[in-house]
């Protein structure tokens, strides 16, 4: 389910989430974040995040687009990552 009125028009709890560093110095966040571990490390332990949340007796009572989303969730920040590792190795030259 895609949710661009988030983007387009953010709440207040949204922006509450944002530190004051990550309004101003957003890049940041990314050079600390591959600095700390490159992109095989976040790629497994998201795949190992989504394969235990899969394999939890709480998710037996997920109905089918439950489960979707949350494999849509892990497709889309996986990108997220992988897209932000570009940038990275853009800014680092």
Known sequence: ?????????????????????????????????????????????????????LSSEEVNDWNQVQRENCIHFYEMLLALIKSNYVLFLKMRK
């Open 1 to 53: 389910m895609l949710h661009t009125e988030f983007v387009n028009n953010p709440s207040a709890e949204e922006l509450w989430n944002l530190s004051k560093e990550s309004v101003e110095q957003p890049l940041k966040a990314i050079y600390q974040f591959f600095d700390a571990y490159g992109l095989g490390v976040p790629h497994e332990r998201l795949w190992q995040m989504l394969k235990l949340t």
